[in-house]
């Protein structure tokens, strides 16, 4: 039976409402992508407007990062069309690149230069100028209350530490795409809040957010429109309301279960007590 | 941040990083953030303990260059026709610059931390490359004037100012192909292999490499007692693909006006292929190469069938050898972590090969001179030469402290949690598998090679000799602070010294070789000084294992 609904809801558009806000920001056309004989994405196909905030999210392997990987050119040899602010990032332009901000899941930082060495670098690399950069990160670090730590070596940082910093470095520029995944992992309580804000008060401002992460509550209370990802395939895409009413389920987290088709955590939870108990 | 000397220099030329569209300003940022970050490569544990001394490991290693250095600029004194000698010169350097960009610059090579964090940012990838390159080129230079630097020296008052400056420019090119040459090498096993092969890899070519330092040392002293031969020359086609005789053709050409077509012709290919093989490391090499790459983190999980045989008869040895359950799972895990830890083998193997070459070593030394083969085997079957083997025991007995070193120093925090009352289970596992899985190997090949030497009658002896080892190891393990296994971070020295360890090492077994000695004169002196070492040994065992968790020093945690 499972089955079935699951079919039905293969794809739950959001309808042709979405495409009236003018010309996509980041437009993705029949996206397919394999690892070796692995089929990782199997034809995405996404438009994406400006002021949005997309909660971009699916099971582990989904393929959720390397959809976010494909556009900031980390991985090549995708098949299909993606465009950013027009450009075709194929072509082989940075141009585009000066207008992304991204956080990684997994983030590798130069951990033994000073945040102040490595904020400026990065700002450089941007080509902003030097003074700018610095007076821009010691303020961004102090209102995250880490102005202490602003020539200490990153590796010294604690997890929460290093997190605010990479948020830092993926905003100095002032972008206005932002790709965040999983962004809140080790900040405090506090600073979920502060972030929040930041990002809810970004997308006012015109700037299209991509936030990808686990954490179904937050992606239900933050998005302005979900996209759920699931075998390489775009399996639901509409707003929070739009996909509980299709769904008929209250919370993020059922529809997860439901289009993923996993409705199983109840039974792997009692063999694993079980298994546990075993002697 | 530091401005480099290396960077004014390099702003020079910027004018021609523009004519092959490189964004130069922002290639020299990058070039600095990577310098300044090789100035640091200090692990993170040593900031809080110790003072540290920055960018002292490099300065060290440029020591060591710099004694092979010596030898070479030694070799440019032999009357030599210059064509040969610098050929025998660069043969000696392109080896050494080769053996160092493999074992000391794979990894940047190899790094894809670079393209992660520079590529999401508007720098394009031939910056990013280019950078990448000249990091490379700037260190392998380095090091190569440190190798060549007398050699430099010594040519400059022998030939002159163009000796001088050609030997530089062609140092230069030499460093180019030979980061050419590796990058086909590692694409190459990439395309069949995953990372993790390469990376064993490149290891076994790191432990080769420190072999051939330790003995070829050894060798050095007595190259110059060769006899030198006369030497006679012909060109021919074969010449043209050795490299070495591309980069000591100019010097024929130029300093000695031997103005031969073959010589014109050899010099060309000097500067015709490094610069070639830039060129096409440069547009063709890298983009396939950074492809590759990302093959490097993973690893083809394909399992293997030998592993299960393995597993079964690790399990057996437990089973024969150790008696509480936490010990056996200690042997086990001993003695997989030992197969897989990189660092530790690049540390261990140079020692276990040395100690298995030493005796043989000093009895070519002895016997030297000696005319026929049959003439050494029966004066070695009527000496007490086997006492050599002692030597190998002094370097041996010394190794068993390695294992507290571990690239993954930081898993060590499990032993804490565990519930065991006592470390003693631990430490005894470990070092059981320790010696079973290297000790006693290696010692058997040498008893082997010395009873063929020797004959029969000199077992006793060795089995004297293996019991004396075992009890300069455990005496070496008390003496020594009390460790848990793979707890620390390699550059961090707790307890005694490598020094230290090895004088105790000597002194002990030195006095057990002279008892020994002394003993053989006795009727059957060597059966009761077995009986004697064992007995001495088996209280050690007993006593070295009398600790609590209090007397075991934290590792890095």
């Known amino acids: 039976m499972i089955m079935n609904i699951n079919i039905s809801f293969m794809v739950i558009k959001a309808g042709d409402t979405m495409n009236t806000k003018g010309e996509a920001v980041v437009s993705i056309r029949d996206l397919a992508m394999s690892y070796g004989t692995h089929q990782v994405l199997r034809g995405i196909n996404l438009n994406v407007f400006q002021g949005e905030i997309i909660g971009y999210i699916g099971p582990n392997g989904a393929g959720k990062s390397t959809t976010v990987k494909i556009i900031l050119g980390l991985v090549d040899g995708f098949k299909g069309q993606v465009k950013v602010l027009g450009e075709d990032i194929a072509d082989g332009g940075i141009e585009y690149k000066r207008k992304i901000g991204y956080v990684p899941e997994t983030a590798e930082v130069y951990d033994t230069l000073t945040a102040y060495e490595y904020l400026t670098f990065i700002g450089e690399m941007y080509g902003m100028e030097f003074k700018l950069v610095d007076q821009k990160a010691q303020k961004l670090m102090a209102l995250f209350d880490i102005a202490d730590m602003y020539h200490a070596r990153i590796a010294s940082y604690s997890k929460g530490m290093k997190q605010k910093l990479l948020i830092i470095s993926s905003l100095l520029h002032n972008p206005d795409i932002l790709f965040f995944d999983e962004p809140l992992s080790g900040l405090d309580a506090n600073s979920v809040m502060v972030f929040k804000e930041i990002m809810t008060d970004l997308a006012a401002q015109g700037k299209t957010i991509f936030y990808s992460s686990h954490i179904m509550d937050v992606v239900e209370k933050i998005s302005s429109r979900i996209i759920l990802i699931n075998n390489g395939q775009i399996v639901a895409d509409g707003s929070f309301d739009q996909l509980s009413q299709k769904c008929r389920e209250g919370s993020l987290e059922e529809i997860f279960n439901q289009l993923t088709g996993f409705n199983r955590h109840k039974e792997i939870a009692d063999e694993f007590i079980a298994v546990l108990g075993e002697a | ?557």
Not at chain 2, 147 to 158: C, D, H, Q, R, Y
Not at chain 2, 234 to 251: E, M, S
Not at chain 2, 301 to 309: C, D, I, S, T, Y
Not at chain 2, 340 to 348: D, I, P, S, Y
């Open chain 2, 1 to 557: 941040m530091k401005d480099f000397t290396v960077l004014k220099l390099l702003d020079k030329f910027s004018f021609l990083f523009k004519k092959i569209e490189v964004d130069y300003p922002v290639m020299r940022r990058i070039l600095q953030v990577q310098l300044t970050m090789d100035e640091r490569r200090v692990p993170t544990i040593l900031t809080n303990q110790k003072k540290t001394q920055s960018g002292n490991s490099f300065k060290a290693s440029l020591f060591t260059y710099g004694i092979l250095g010596f030898f070479i600029g030694l070799l440019m004194l032999v009357p030599f026709p210059l064509y040969y000698l610098m050929n025998l010169a660069f043969g000696l350097i392109i080896f050494m610059v080769m053996a160092t960009m493999i074992s000391d610059f794979s990894t940047v090579l190899l790094d894809v931390k670079d393209k992660n964090i520079l590529l999401p940012r508007p720098v394009d990838a031939r910056t990013i490359n280019t950078a990448k390159l000249l990091h490379i080129v700037i260190y392998l230079f380095t090091i190569t004037m440190s190798i060549s630097g007398l050699a430099l020296l010594v040519g400059l008052f022998k030939y002159g100012v163009a000796f001088a400056l050609i030997f530089m420019f062609e140092l230069v090119l030499i460093c180019c192909l030979v980061v050419f040459f590796t990058s086909i090498l590692y694409m190459a096993i990439l395309s069949f292999f995953d990372g993790e092969k390469l990376k064993d890899m490149i290891n076994y070519i790191q432990i080769l490499l420190s072999i051939f330092m330790l003995v070829g040392y050894q060798f050095i002293g007595r190259i110059f007692n060769l006899k030198l031969l006369t030497v006679t020359f012909h060109p021919a086609w074969w010449h043209f693909l050795i490299p070495t005789t591309w980069f000591a053709a100019p010097f024929s050409l130029f300093i000695e006006h031997n103005s031969s077509q073959y010589f014109i012709a050899l010099s060309l290919l000097a500067l015709v292929v490094p610069t070639a093989a830039t060129v096409l490391y440069m547009t063709l090499v890298i983009p396939y190469f950074e492809g590759k790459l990302q093959k490097l983190n993973s690893s083809s999980m394909r399992a293997n069938r030998g592993a299960a045989v393995r597993v079964k008869i690790q399990r057996a040895a437990a089973n024969m050898l150790c008696f509480s359950r936490m010990e056996k799972a200690f042997y086990q895990f001993t003695q997989n972590m030992l197969s897989n830890e990189r660092k530790l083998k690049l540390q261990l193997y140079p020692q276990l090969t040395f100690a298995l070459v030493m005796p043989f070593l000093m009895l070519s030394g002895i016997i030297g001179n000696r005319v026929s083969w049959s003439d050494i085997l029966v004066n070695l079957a009527n000496s007490k030469l086997y006492l050599a083997v002692y030597l190998s025991a002094v370097i041996l007995a010394s190794t068993a402290t390695m294992i507290s070193s571990s690239e993954n120093y930081r898993g060590a925090w499990i032993y804490r949690v565990l519930p065991t009352e006592s470390p003693v289970p631990l430490l005894k596992g470990a070092l059981k598998a320790f010696i079973v899985k290297y000790i006693i190997p290696i010692y058997l090949l040498i008893a082997l090679i010395f009873v063929l030497l020797c004959g029969l009658k000199i077992i006793p002896d060795l089995i004297l000799i293996f019991i004396n080892m075992i009890m300069v190891l455990l005496l070496i393990f008390k003496l020594n602070r009390k460790e848990l296994p793979f707890d620390r971070d390699f550059q961090v020295t707790q307890g005694m010294s490598r020094m230290g360890i090895m004088l105790i090492s000597m002194l002990v077994c030195g006095l057990c070789a002279l008892v020994h000695l002394l003993l053989t004169y006795v009727p059957f002196g060597v059966i009761l000084n077995i009986v004697l070492s064992l007995g001495i040994t088996m209280v050690l065992w007993c006593k070295s294992f009398n600790i609590t968790w209090k007397e075991i020093v934290k590792g890095a945690i």
